[in-house]
């Protein structure tokens, strides 16, 4: 396929139904706004607009940040490079909102990363996750190499394995020499979505002095191998400018960026 039929493919499957939405989150549609959200001490929101804004863009981007604010809900505005209007983005900086650094939107079909061969050093294994030990290693992974908070890592991740294990499968590499009491090296996941033929891969950060070793490329065939067993068609990666190149190599295609727009709402003074 194309990469403008790909972008089609996940525009109509993904995006318009909310395919792609975290399990348990509540689900809303409310006119051209869709929107999750959990609650509570650690909970948070996320929006798209897959439709557009309509003819009151700062309307409808009020509207959701009174909602988030009675809530005291941080929330994400997920964006693409082909959502109207045009200047959303500005926009939602001129509202209060933060920009993130863009992600490039890649897509292919599962088949083509399984023409190409892997192979992990001798020195390391790849395993699934099993149990708080090897959730609590990729937390510290991850925090390691982008500051995202073992915590969060912890409580999400595992959480969602446990009550969504249909949904989510994950994996860690280690060190054969130091096993489950070392540091895992690098760590990845994959996220099904029913219906659609679309699995989606997350993760992937490998430890710098681990860099250039095939870890990378062989968590991505193993979980492209483990979609295709279970009659997923395409692979959905929000890559950054590390990773792209890697899976443009392996076959897969760049189909639009997307940019993230961060807003906290101010927690109300004692």
Known sequence: MTPDELL???HRRIRLPDADAIPGWKQEHEGLVHRSYV???EGAGFVETPRGLGDDPDAVIGQELSFFRERGLPFE???YAYDEPKDLGERLVRAGFTQEEPETLI????????????ALPSKVRLREADGAADFHRIAVLT???WDSGPARIVEQLQGEARM???????????????????????????????GTGFASLWGGGTLPEWRRQGLYSTLLVHRAQLAKDRGYEFLRVDASEDSRPILQKL??????????YQ???????K
Do not use: C, M, N, Y
């Open 8 to 10: 089609d493919v996940f």
């Open 39 to 41: 609650e509570g001490p």
């Open 77 to 79: 505005w997920k964006t």
């Open 107 to 118: 897509l292919g079909e599962v088949d083509r990363i399984l023409e190409r061969p892997s």
């Open 143 to 145: 925090d390691t190499l």
């Open 164 to 194: 969504f294990p249909d949904r989510l499968s994950v994996f860690l590499v280690e060190d054969v020499l130091k096993g489950p009491d070392g540091p895992a090296v690098s760590a990845a996941w994959i996220r099904f979505h029913p």
């Open 251 to 260: 076959g897969l295609h760049a189909v639009t960026t997307t940019t993230p």
């Open 263 to 269: 807003f906290t709402p101010q927690r109300p003074k």
